[in-house]
């Protein structure tokens, strides 16, 4: 069992500067997480691309009801939420990074952080839908309320989803089930859960700007 | 040089400026001309600049093979261009 010194000096060693891990992994380029969910991540960012795509069309098929339409969403609520997914993405980033320098009650805790602003995401998305619920506005309003709740509801399951698994990392790491260090690559799980999260943030960086900005 | 955390906090903070920048570019252009086009490249650049951080720095396909990262950097810069061409 290596005493804490020994620990010490691997945990320095593993907090090495950016461009000297550059150096180290530039000769083993790796694929973080496990392959299966890379061709699911790539089979949702499809579906979403449809929608987008789909959704841009329509806009310009129907100028003046999309415009409207626009007009009557919550832009400061779109920011937050872009804000909220940005910042909990970064959590989930850097509790990675946690997990790999061994400090797992640390990573455990930067998963709890991601999860608070996921759920600033839920509690912001719910109080936005209600609130067009109120002025009558539902999905069979017109066409954009149609793709509006289609494209958002569907992104919101994928956020449900990804705090599921958030939470799922959480646990094995708060039960020392990442530490296996004969694995090929012990990290795998977390990693694959944290890339998941990072699509769904991807998506609604797209999904923002194209059906709150423009 | 600088730490490997101190990297995704500064991704961190390129992302949210260029969300506010879009923003910001939003309302100026909502008080101009309706679907000017020159905007919507430019809300569409900022999709693009903000994947890549995501991709690059979060996801850490940076370090990844080669194909599988330009597969998702190329999915942010032709989703967003499609997009552009589809409101000219």
């Known amino acids: 069992m290596p005493d804490n010194q020994q620990l010490t000096t691997a945990i320095m060693v593993n907090e090495t500067t950016f461009s000297e891990k550059n150096t180290q992994t530039n000769d083993i380029k790796k694929l973080p997480g496990d392959l299966a969910m890379w061709f699911f991540i790539l089979a949702e960012l499809t579906v979403f691309a449809i929608f987008f795509i789909g959704f841009a069309i329509a806009e ?3 100028l003046v009801m999309f415009s409207e339409g626009k007009a009557q969403l919550h832009k400061v609520a779109g920011l937050i939420n872009t804000i909220a997914l940005i910042t909990s993405s970064y959590f989930v980033a850097i509790s990675l990074y946690s ?10 805790l930067r998963l709890i952080f991601a999860l608070f602003f996921a759920a600033i995401y839920i509690v912001l998305k719910l109080w936005e839908y209600d609130s067009l619920f109120e002025q009558g506005i539902d999905i069979e309003t017109n066409t954009f309320f149609t793709l509006y ?9 994928h956020i449900l989803l990804g705090m599921v698994i958030l939470a799922y ?7 020392g089930k990442y530490n296996d260090p004969e694995s090929e690559n012990e990290f795998s799980g977390f ?3 944290a890339c998941y999260w990072h699509m769904v943030d991807l998506l609604w960086i797209i999904l923002f700007p194209l059906i709150y900005v423009i | 040089m600088i730490k490997i955390w101190q990297r995704y906090a500064l991704s961190w903070g390129w992302l949210i400026l260029l969300t506010i920048a879009s923003v910001a570019i939003g309302q100026y252009f909502q008080h101009a001309t309706l679907n000017s086009v020159l905007f919507i490249a430019i809300v569409m650049l900022i999709i693009a600049l ?11 396909l940076k370090h990844a093979p080669k194909l599988w990262r330009n597969i998702m950097l190329a999915y942010v810069i032709v989703v967003p261009l499609i997009i552009t ?3 000219m």
């Open chain 1, 60 to 62: 310009n098929l129907n």
């Open chain 1, 99 to 108: 997990m790999r320098v061994q400090k797992e009650r640390q990573a455990v």
């Open chain 1, 149 to 157: 709740f289609l494209i958002t509801a569907f992104h919101f399951m």
């Open chain 1, 169 to 175: 990392m959480a646990k094995n790491a708060y039960q």
């Open chain 1, 191 to 193: 990693e694959s859960g």
């Open chain 2, 50 to 60: 903000k994947g890549q951080q995501i991709i690059d720095v979060f996801m850490e």
């Open chain 2, 85 to 87: 061409l589809i409101y």
